[in-house]
């Protein structure tokens, strides 16, 4: 069977891709991963990961009716989905990527989802600007899997500990969880870890799978996988 990775690596770079037919070809595949595994394709929502990509560049996704995109970075998103979102208004836009307490209330503004949630100070900041601006994304927990130091998420030692925080001292609704499970492990494991923590506290979103591993996060239980460089091509490597 042909690995994920192999299918990325021949990818063409972002602005190259056939955005339309990536799109067309990563919905069957969750299709037939759901199916698989006797769950109801309408139960995964696909998040199409469009950091880094341009406006120009995601208007294929929306034009083939993809209504739900993530990104990483506060300022890139203002920059762009104002004007995409006046064309298409029932647009969601996610934040994937981390949070910065201090752009706090543009990310409750923008965003339709906040999928990086991850320490006191920023449901602090959080609760504030959802109380100044009358609006509530929802609120993901990112969860630290592997205990990696250089990755932000709770630890899952510490993930009922902080969810109930964020309800009990700063009266935030969490909504689900989220990870990123390390580049060198198997992910099911990570996967398996993150669904049981969601089980145990009642939570209905499990935001986990990417484009190299999403078929495994689905045969565990994800409700939202993120896809990018399947969509819209490869991206250019940080230099």
């Not at 990818?11 to 006797?38: C, F, T, Y």
């Not at 752009?103 to 109380?131: Q, W």
Request: hydrophobic residues 45%.
């Amino acid at each position: 069977m042909t690995d994920q990775s192999q299918i990325l690596d021949a990818k063409p770079p972002v602005g190259q891709a056939d955005v339309a037919a990536g799109l067309a070809e990563v919905r069957a595949s969750i299709r037939r991963a759901a199916e698989d595994n006797e769950r109801d394709p309408a139960s995964v929502a696909l998040i199409a990961v469009s950091k880094t990509v341009p406006a120009e560049g995601i208007l294929p996704a929306l034009k083939a009716g993809q209504r739900l995109f993530g990104e990483n970075y506060v300022q890139e998103s203002k920059g762009k989905w104002p004007g995409l979102r006046e064309r298409f208004p029932d647009a969601e836009v996610h934040l994937i990527g981390p949070l910065q307490s201090n752009k706090a209330r543009d990310a409750v503004e923008l965003f339709d989802a906040i999928h990086s949630l991850d320490r006191p100070s920023l449901a602090a900041a959080l609760a504030k600007e959802i109380a100044r601006a009358g609006r509530a994304p929802k609120l993901i927990v990112q969860v630290n899997t592997g205990d990696e130091p250089q990755k932000g998420g709770v630890s899952p030692a510490e993930a009922d500990a902080f969810l109930a925080a964020c309800r009990d001292a700063y009266g935030l609704a969490i909504e689900g969880l989220m990870c990123i499970p390390p580049a060198d492990d198997p992910p099911s494991a990570h996967f398996a870890l993150l669904a049981a923590i969601a089980a145990r506290c009642g939570l209905p979103i499990l935001s986990m799978g990417m484009s190299a591993d999403y078929p495994a996060a689905i045969q565990m239980g994800a409700t939202h996988v993120r896809v990018g460089t399947a969509i819209f091509g490869a991206r250019a490597p940080k230099g």
